[in-house]
């Protein structure tokens, strides 16, 4: 991996379906197949994505019937989540607070073990047709502290700049979205770059770079691979080298 040690906490896969894929019985048989290797449940809203239409972000036509609920399944060590819905299939790994950067496995890993639970479900429901929209998210949470003094500071790190500085002290804190259309990936991209603090009260700068779309001449896969070169581009051209260069 390029950049072994980037502060990487979460990645995101998934499948958003056209129509209500897998009906309410079938939820609770999927979910039953998954109960060892994510033992920890819990029964939600369903999710309904916002999509890019023109210069608004509003919810999905095709995703507002998306079911009565959503079932969410981690692993033992909460490092995995599963979440599955009549019309969508998510898998996020996820890098909690308390631990270290560096422990992400990476890309192909994440997307391997997806197809492997895809290959599962289609044991119930054909869940490898009938794609409306796929997405490649990722989520990093950066430590600014120690690297520059206050968030008026952030273009020293990324290339962002924050307004001028009104007082001695700067600013504590930096909130923005960003969406664009993505016609090279057959959507639209969500960038959110805000100021967190940490389970042990550390300050953070929060990266999220949502990717949506679908290309209909190429396979899931074959999306998934520009979409995750997409990304990297995303943040190399988000991060400064200097900073990066602390990553490899």
């Not at 691979?225 to 490899?248: M, V």
Request: charged residues 20%; aromatic residues 12%.
């Amino acid at each position: 991996m390029k950049y072994s040690k980037a502060p990487v906490s979460e990645v995101i896969l998934g499948i958003t379906y056209g129509a209500n894929k897998i009906p309410v019985d079938k939820l609770f048989q999927i979910s039953s197949m998954f109960s060892t290797d994510f033992p920890f449940v819990e029964i939600c809203p369903p999710l309904i994505l916002d999509e890019l239409n023109g210069f608004r972000l509003q919810p999905m036509a095709a995703t507002i019937g998306a079911g009565p609920f959503l079932i969410r399944r981690r692993t033992n060590d909460a490092k995995w989540l599963l979440q599955i819905q009549s019309n969508m299939i998510y898998l996020n790994w996820i890098r909690k607070d308390d631990e270290p950067v560096g422990v992400y496995i990476g890309f192909s890993k994440v997307k391997d073990f997806f197809a492997t639970i895809l290959e599962k479900i289609s044991g119930v429901v054909d869940v490898k047709v009938d794609h409306l929209l796929y997405e490649l998210s990722y989520h990093d949470r950066v430590e600014w502290q120690g690297i520059i003094s206050d968030i008026s500071e952030i273009s020293a790190i990324m290339n962002v700049a924050s307004p001028p500085k009104f007082s001695s002290e700067g600013y504590n804190n930096l909130f923005s979205r960003y969406t664009y259309h993505a016609s090279d990936m057959g959507g639209y991209g969500l960038l959110g770059i805000n100021t967190d603090t940490s389970v042990s009260q550390k300050q953070l700068i929060r990266f999220e770079s949502n990717l949506r779309g679908i290309i209909p001449q190429k396979t899931f896969d074959e999306w998934m691979t520009l979409a995750h070169q997409k990304q990297l581009t995303i943040f190399e051209s988000c991060f400064s080298e200097k900073l990066r260069d602390l990553w490899k």
